[in-house]
């Protein structure tokens, strides 16, 4: 196995074999994970596993080794690149954020703006991208901060999260649309309509859908889209609700409002970074600077 899949092994142990938690946590298909095992067992001519009606039990003897050793690896992967991104920021003054682009858009880009225009001489790195990919940058080592939506799926013995904005998602509709008027909205009553949100490659993609689930309802997104921009249009040129993090609200053209849900899905801003002993100058200021910034935004705002 390679550094990468290490990972997954692990997680997989981390869920005591339960292959649908690891994929949540790994962010890949069950059938990758179970296609990993197998496909490495027959190779070596080994057990990882005990199994059970087809199920992963608890490790045999072997696996319990090769955990072992893949913690040990693991660990020392992650040291190897802390170091190599630790001495380029010494020499550089660099450091790498990952942003979602909604958030950037909304949220960061004054406060980036006045931090680069204040501090010439450090290299500020935006990653834009959606929150699957800043995931995997994050465990690879590739990001020194990344702003991700909850649940992140982090091992919190190995990565911090704070609390930035916590918000909800909100059904978006042109304002003539037959429930526009409503005050808030049960999830039932969307069932009926076409239905939009964010691509796969958005964690609130995984949210709503879940939700929908939970709610009993079954039918396929009509439209999917990496933009918002294109979403909200949608639903003010037809009868589609866009389903979206209520901070679009601060975007919206005015033929287009937001309902809330009555028992709505929580949209939770993090800042996240991973877990040293010890944080080289930038990034205690950087992530300070972000911390400081979201406080009193959200102070003024109560």
């Known amino acids: 196995m390679d550094i990468y899949q290490l990972d997954y092994f692990i997680k997989i142990v981390e869920s005591e074999g339960n292959l649908t938690l690891a ?18 067992e027959k190779s070596e001519d080994i057990e990882l596993f005990y199994r059970q009606n087809g199920r992963l039990k608890k490790l045999t003897p072997t696996g319990e080794k090769y ?68 995931h995997q940058l994050l465990l690879r080592g590739e990001l020194d901060l990344a702003v991700l939506i909850h649940p992140a799926y982090l091992n919190k013995e190995k990565f911090e999260e704070f609390t930035l904005i916590s918000d909800e998602f909100g059904a978006f509709m042109s304002i003539d649309h037959p429930l ?21 490659d958005f964690s609130s993609n995984k949210l709503i859908v879940d939700r929908l689930r939970q709610e009993g309802i079954t039918k396929e997104m009509n439209f999917t889209s ?33 309902i809330h849900f009555k028992d709505p899905v929580p949209f939770e801003i993090l800042l996240t970074r991973p877990v040293k002993e010890n944080y080289a100058s930038l990034e205690k200021y950087v992530k300070g600077a972000i911390l400081h910034c979201f406080a009193s935004r959200n102070s003024r705002e109560k």
Do not use: C
């Not at 994929?23 to 490495?40: D, E």
């Not at 003054?93 to 204040?118: A, C, N, Q």
């Not at 526009?180 to 796969?200: G, I, S």
């Open 67 to 134: 955990y072992a050793y893949a913690l040990k690896v693991r660990k020392l992967h992650f040291e190897m690149h802390d170091m190599v991104r630790r001495d380029s920021l010494k020499k550089k003054g660099r450091i790498r954020v990952g942003i979602p682009s909604l958030i950037l858009r909304i949220y960061f880009t004054t406060f980036f703006t006045k931090l680069i225009v204040k501090n010439e001489d450090v290299k500020i790195e935006i990653v834009e991208a959606g929150s699957h990919k800043l």
């Open 23 to 40: 994929a949540k946590k790994a962010n890949v298909s069950q059938s990758s994970l179970s296609q990993l095992i197998s496909n490495f």
């Open 180 to 200: 526009a008027q409503r005050k808030k909205l049960e999830w039932a009553e969307v069932e009926n309509y076409p239905l939009a949100t964010f691509n796969r």
């Open 226 to 258: 990496s933009s918002w921009d294109f979403l909200t249009e949608v639903a003010r040129e037809s009868d589609a609700v866009a389903l979206l993090p209520a901070p679009i609200k601060e975007q919206l053209h005015k033929e287009v409002k937001m």
